[in-house]
């Protein structure tokens, strides 16, 4: 079974662009979420999306934004760059059959630098 | 309070010796635990998961998971310089019908040679 993708894997934007990451999960399954991860503050939970409904966001500004699609695929996109925006992108996708808290499995990420 | 501490390390072991991860962890209704490994400039990948109170073996590696103290633990047996990387303890619930994984900031390993 083929894992976690994303796409791009390396992108370099300016201050004030935006970008738009992609993610493919597991085949069947139906949880993806996405984190942010930086040398100093770990990995940040972004958001969760489960059958295209975003479910559980976390403590980031307006300007991260997501949604999913009918075949689980999901993508978010980041609006009027930062520097502090500077990053490594980690999708992770689950199972989660039935509610039961289940393993995340993580794609390669994509590192965002900012200019 | 952290919801999941770590201790950021680095934790220095020579080759061969057992190395021990610890992880805290805040919530009382966590329901599953896992340790994942992340290379430098790689993403995380998950070595166990451990979801009852006791001791859960894979390999060289044993999960040790007390709920009542809210701890759970990592041993790495027989340390090779090939497990140097972070570690990362992850703390999960079922919250309003969604999962809510929570992360620890990690604890680096290094294995002496």
């Known amino acids: 079974k083929a894992g976690v993708t994303q796409t791009p894997r390396y992108l370099i934007k300016t201050r004030g662009q935006q970008v738009t990451l992609s993610c493919s999960p597991i085949?069947?399954?139906?949880?993806v979420s996405w984190y942010q991860q930086t040398p100093g503050q770990g990995l940040q939970f972004l958001f969760e999306?489960?059958?295209?409904?975003?479910?559980n966001k976390g403590n980031f500004p307006g300007r991260f934004s997501g949604r999913q699609f009918s075949n689980s695929r999901s993508e978010m996109n980041v609006s009027t760059l930062e520097l502090g925006d500077s990053a490594l992108y980690l999708c992770?996708?689950?199972?989660?059959?039935?509610?039961?808290?289940?393993?995340?499995?993580f794609g390669p990420g994509t590192r965002l630098t900012v200019l | 309070q952290k919801e999941v501490e770590q201790n950021s390390g680095p934790l220095s072991v020579p080759e061969g010796a057992i190395a021990s991860l610890n992880c805290t962890y805040s919530d009382r209704g966590s329901q599953s635990f896992f340790w994942y490994r992340q290379y430098s400039g790689k993403s995380p990948e998950l070595i166990m998961s451990i979801y009852s109170n006791g001791d859960k073996e894979d390999g060289r590696f044993t999960a040790q998971l007390n709920k009542a103290s809210q701890y759970v633990s990592l041993l790495i047996r027989d340390s090779q310089p090939s497990d140097s990387a972070t570690y990362l303890c992850a703390v999960s619930r079922n919250s309003g019908g969604y999962q809510k994984v929570t992360f620890g900031t990690g604890t680096k390993l290094q294995v002496i040679p």
């Open positions: 999306y489960f059958s295209e409904t975003q479910r």
């Open positions: 085949s069947g399954h139906r949880s």
């Open positions: 992770a996708s689950s199972l989660l059959a039935g509610g039961v808290p289940d393993t995340q499995y």
